[in-house]
């Protein structure tokens, strides 16, 4: 795909958010990222990506299409089982580049809408995320082959509410930056600033499983 420095209609699409432009001039192709053959835990980790380069011949020294916040563009292999995107699994599927029973285990999960975003995602519990202090509620998926769950914080509300006989809440201060952590110690962490007598609250909206 080659699109015109001039071209205003060519754009792309990720999560809820409104489409967004092509850079002027971009050239490259879409392609499927597979996942790591010798690690089962991320079977789903494979997608469509976008490739920048000046040629097809080119593809090693190209760079994949990036975001507005820098992330990379990529469709969730989970995701290309929902509409618009089955077109592309199909090719996939015909290609050998997804195995039949990972799309198999993928509509077993299937919610009737849900769709989750690239950076919400874990696929193991070692695996870091980028935590935004300016924000104080936090939402993250985690996902396999054999389950999908949605999991929600609202983590400086729940941090400064009132403890025992305080009647008015702790001021709640405003943070800036962000923080890169390991979903195990801040659920450590978290747990250490609330009491004992109240535990951990999560607020499941998961799909069915």
Same mark, same amino acid.
Do not use: A, H
């Given at each position: 795909m080659k699109v015109p420095s001039e071209n205003k209609k060519a754009r792309f699409h990720y999560g809820g958010t409104p489409y967004q432009r092509f850079p002027p001039g971009t050239v490259g192709t879409v392609y499927y990222l597979q996942p790591p053959p010798d690690k089962p835990s991320l079977a789903l980790t494979g997608g469509i990506r976008f490739r920048i380069m000046s040629d097809v011949s080119h593809f090693d020294d190209g760079e994949d299409l990036k975001l507005p916040n820098g992330n990379i563009w990529h469709i969730i292999a989970y995701n290309l089982i929902k509409a618009p995107w089955k077109p592309l699994l199909s090719i996939a599927k015909k290609e050998s580049l997804i195995d039949e029973g990972v799309v198999s285990d993928m509509q077993n999960l299937a919610g009737p809408s849900y769709q989750p975003s690239t950076d919400s995602l874990h696929y193991e519990f070692d695996q870091p995320f980028i935590l935004d202090l300016e924000h104080s509620f936090i939402s993250r998926v985690f996902l396999n082959r054999s389950t999908i769950h949605r999991f929600l914080w609202n983590v400086l509300e729940d941090m400064y509410r009132p403890r025992?006989?305080?009647?008015?809440?702790? /001021?709640?201060?405003?943070?800036?930056?962000?923080?890169?952590?390991? /979903?195990?110690?801040f659920l450590r962490m978290f747990n250490l600033r609330r009491s004992i007598a109240r535990p951990f609250r999560t607020v499941d909206t998961s799909i069915s499983l």
């Open positions: 025992g006989k305080e009647t008015k809440p702790t /001021p709640c201060p405003v943070y800036t930056g962000t923080l890169r952590l390991y /979903p195990l110690t």
